[in-house]
T-cell receptor, first 115, second 114 residues
Framework: GAVVSQHPSRVICKSGTSVKIECRSLDFQATTMFWYRQFPKQSLMLMATSNEGSKATYEQGVEKDKFLINHASLTLSTLTVTSAHPEDSSFYIC???????????FGQGTRLTVV | AQSVAQPEDQVNVAEGNPLTVKCTYSVSGNPYLFWYVQYPNRGLQFLLKYITGDNLVKGSYGFEAEFNKSQTSFHLKKPSALVSDSALYFCAVRAVEYGNKLVFGAGTILRVKS
């Protein structure tokens, strides 16, 4: 299957700082990318959907100014958690889908810990 | 009603025995159905999907799933479980009524004991 690389796999940051997470499609053009958040022992919660070259569409209850998403190219999307707080600590997962494809492929996930 | 339901939080099975992880859905039309597996602190790995055609879908690592329209189910199966199959399994549906986004079930932990 297609490969999606997410970096970093783990990050620890201080409260109040910003953290950027990258999601890259390595062998296909990701016209659409998705960002999820997963709490321990829970399912994935979709945060936002981004299409290359346009603004991301955020799910209800997700603060767009706090979770900045950029999808500037067909192989890269970034999620920046701004002014991070301990409650932002979570497992963040991206996925990518090529136009016309039926399934999305997932990155390895990023464990964010805010101290 | 939940769009995707995985009624079992956990399934325990002995190595070598057949396994079933259940999934039912409640969306209209003809949804796309998926199974993913997640190992600890990792992203999701695609196992298989049903789009159209044969109700029995074969996927990765010996897994298969049977689409049953009358029962709105898409149970994941494997004839002979391995200890290495122990992981968290997610059923997901993609449907027009959800904007073609993936909607995930709550997940089922599969434990295979030797």
């Amino acid at each position: 299957g297609a490969v999606v690389s997410q970096h970093p796999s783990r990050v620890i940051c201080k409260s109040g700082t910003s953290v950027k997470i990258e999601c890259r499609s390595l062998d296909f053009q990701a016209t659409t990318m998705f960002w999820y958040r997963q709490f321990p022992k829970q399912s994935l919660m979709l945060m936002a959907t981004s299409n290359e070259g346009s603004k991301a569409t955020y799910e209800q209850g997700v603060e767009k100014d706090k979770f900045l998403i950029n999808h500037a190219s067909l192989t890269l999307s970034t999620l920046t958690v701004t002014s991070a707080h301990p409650e932002d600590s979570s497992f963040y997962i991206c996925s990518a889908r090529e136009e016309g494809d039926t399934e999305a492929f997932f990155g390895q996930g990023t464990r964010l810990t805010v101290v | 009603a939940q769009s995707v339901a995985q009624p079992e939080d956990q399934v325990n099975v002995a190595e070598g025995n057949p396994l079933t992880v259940k999934c039912t859905y409640s969306v209209s039309g003809n949804p796309y159905l998926f199974w993913y597996v997640q190992y600890p602190n990792r992203g999701l790995q695609f196992l298989l999907k049903y789009i159209t055609g044969d109700n029995l879908v074969k996927g990765s690592y010996g897994f298969e799933a049977e689409f049953n329209k009358s029962q709105t189910s898409f149970h994941l199966k494997k004839p002979s479980a391995l200890v290495s199959d122990s992981a968290l399994y997610f059923c997901a549906v993609r449907a027009v009524e959800y904007g073609n986004k993936l909607v995930f079930g709550a997940g089922t932990i599969l434990r295979v004991k030797s």
